[in-house]
Each structure stands twice: as C-alpha cells, then as structure tokens.
Antibody, heavy 122, light 108 residues
Framework: EVQLVESGGGVVQPGGSLRLSCVASGFTFDDYAMLWVRQVPGKGLEWVSVISGDGGGTYYADSVKGRFTVSRDNSKNSLLLQMNSLRTEDTAFYYC???????????????WGQGTLVIVSA | DIRMTQSPSSVSASIGDRVTITCRASHHISNWLAWYQQKPGKAPKLLIYAASTLHTGVPSRFSGSGSGTDFTLTISSLQPEDFATYYCQQANNLPPYTFGQGTKVEIK
C-alpha cells in the first residue's frame, strides 16, 4: 500500500524559513518523480514543484521560484521542500504526491499525502 | 503556462442525477488531462487520467472524454458519496501542471 506522510508544517513569520518532509512507502521510490501541491484553505489547488526520480531534474511554479528548493533522499525514501523568504501568501496546506507513471518530470498524481499546514503570519 | 478553466464553478444536483463538468485548456494538450475529487478536510484523489482512463478502484459511473482543449467529466448517476469538489489538471509535456479552479458539486 502506497503511503505518503508529510511533516514540518507550522507557524512562521514573514521572511522566515520552514522545511517540509514527506516520507514514502509502498513503492520503489526512486522510480518516480515526486511533486508538491498546495492549497490555501477554502481555495483551489496550486501546483508548486516537481523533482525527478534521480533528483537531477527539478521544476518550480513561478510563485515560488528562487525561494523554495525541492530535494529528495532516495536512501531514506524522503522528499523535502525547503521554503525560504516566506510570505503571507504562502499560507496553505502543502501536499506531497507521487507521479502516476514514471515520467521524468512527473504529471498526474496518483497518491497524495494527508497534507501539512503552513501558516505565515506576524 | 497553460491555463485551465472549469465550468460551472458549482452545481446543485440530486441523487441519481447525471452531472457534467467541463474543463478547457488554453493550449492544445492532446489527452494529458486528469480529474481529481476532493472532499472537505481530505487530500484530493485521482479519478481519471489520460482524459478517459479510470484510476484503480474508481466507480464506473465516472467517465471522462475529450482531447485537445476541451474535456468533460461525467457522473452518470450521482451518489451521496460524490458530493465533493472536482478539479481538472493538465499534464502535458513540461511543468507546471496547472489545475482548474474547481467545481463544487452540492446537494440540491
């Protein structure tokens, strides 16, 4: 059974940093790109970032480019999102997701974590 | 970036009704289109990928169609557990794989 468990959310001041983690199980982790999607409470889904299975390829939404860094540790089946220079508009639930079919830079998400809430507030 | 536009933004329907949601892409995306269902307080779930292929375990009352820029999600006979918000997502070529704004299916 595929499981994705996020952690690391919390309250941080504007300009601060936070690191999210997602631990995966139930599939061969390094065979799949992994993605981050966020959702402001009560609003729609926003695609954030993707990292290829070997970690060599990454891509970011314009809204987070230059501030967020995605990485992975395949030896620990873990996905990370380092978030710097946080803004109030980054407040959201952050979900990690597994790419469905193994495309280099992902695509559809067939399994999602439960989400972790990040609140950026003074 | 490719923009995805869903309509309607909300729909009121009764148990047993046929419900149709549309999604339009700003650029041609072939059949690189997925549909997700999200219930309050829960993560989204994949329903359909490649525009018309049902994900594992998804009931057959859900169906998808379309290609190019125009796509449709149909629920043939609405069940109580189908009241939720539905999102389309394009997965064409390169990221970002943008989502539509969502369609909330409510009880009439």
């Amino acid at each position: 059974e595929v499981q994705l468990v996020e952690s690391g959310g919390g309250v941080v001041q504007p300009g601060g940093s936070l690191r999210l983690s997602c631990v995966a199980s139930g599939f061969t982790f390094d065979d799949y790109a992994m993605l981050w999607v966020r959702q402001v409470p009560g609003k729609g889904l926003e695609w954030v970032s993707v990292i290829s299975g070997d970690g060599g390829g990454t891509y970011y939404a314009d809204s987070v480019k230059g501030r967020f860094t995605v990485s992975r540790d395949n030896s620990k089946n873990s996905l990370l999102l380092q978030m710097n220079s946080l803004r109030t508009e980054d407040t959201a639930f952050y979900y990690c997701g597994k790419d469905r079919e193994g495309r280099l830079l992902g695509g559809e998400i067939d399994y999602w974590g439960q989400g972790t809430l990040v609140i950026v507030s003074a | 970036d490719i923009r995805m536009t869903q309509s309607p933004s909300s729909v009121s329907a009764s148990i047993g009704d046929r419900v149709t949601i549309t999604c339009r892409a700003s650029h041609h995306i072939s059949n690189w289109l997925a549909w997700y269902q999200q219930k309050p307080g829960k993560a989204p779930k994949l329903l359909i990928y490649a525009a018309s292929t049902l994900h594992t375990g998804v009931p057959s009352r859900f169906s998808g169609s379309g290609s190019g820029t125009d796509f449709t999600l149909t629920i043939s006979s609405l069940q109580p557990e189908d009241f939720a918000t539905y999102y389309c997502q394009q997965a064409n070529n390169l990221p970002p794989y943008t989502f539509g704004q969502g369609t909330k299916v409510e009880i009439k």
